[in-house]
């Protein structure tokens, strides 16, 4: 069975709006901007890399798993002010992943979870290799273990 994959990040045109409102017109959408302060910390959804001290980051609630089933799912999320889309190549890993505690979460084709475990990024390319191996799963999306952020979605390649 093939156990390649590819990452996929979230769309930057998926919040191409909200990067020209302003601070009272992003407080009604639970959103706001933020200045990372650390790096780790501030990891982009849409560039899958890390944000630079100082670099202004839209903190915006998102709905990553967006499906008529019981684990549809939001959560809080990071996007870069001048981000640009990450596209991986097959089975790379982005660096956000590498040293962090991840929880990886596989769905079938229903959308429905059939695994999910916590894992360390330097052992998230095998995860995801041995939850490909089984027919059921589809897809999989990949957490921070610690605050449950959504990271990015992983596909058969």
Not at 2 to 7: A, I, L
């Amino acid at each position: 069975m093939n156990t390649n994959f590819r990452m996929k990040a979230i769309e930057k045109r998926a919040f191409s709006e909200l990067m020209n409102l302003s601070s009272q017109e992003l407080e009604k959408l639970n959103a706001s901007w933020v200045i990372a302060d650390a790096k780790p910390g501030y990891p982009c959804r849409v560039s899958l890399k890390e944000a630079e001290i100082g670099e202004r980051v839209l903190l915006v609630p998102f709905r990553h798993h967006d499906v008529d089933s019981p684990y549809r799912a939001s959560g809080p999320i990071y996007v870069r002010e001048h981000a640009e889309q990450a596209e991986l190549d097959v089975n790379e890993i982005p660096e956000i992943l590498t040293a962090r505690l991840l929880s990886i979460r596989a769905y079938n084709h229903q959308h429905f979870m059939v695994h999910a475990e916590i894992l360390q990024g330097a052992e998230l390319a095998n995860g995801i290799r041995q939850q490909f191996l089984k027919a059921e799963v589809s897809y999989i999306q990949i957490h921070n273990a610690n605050r449950g952020c959504f990271n990015c979605s992983v596909y058969r390649a």
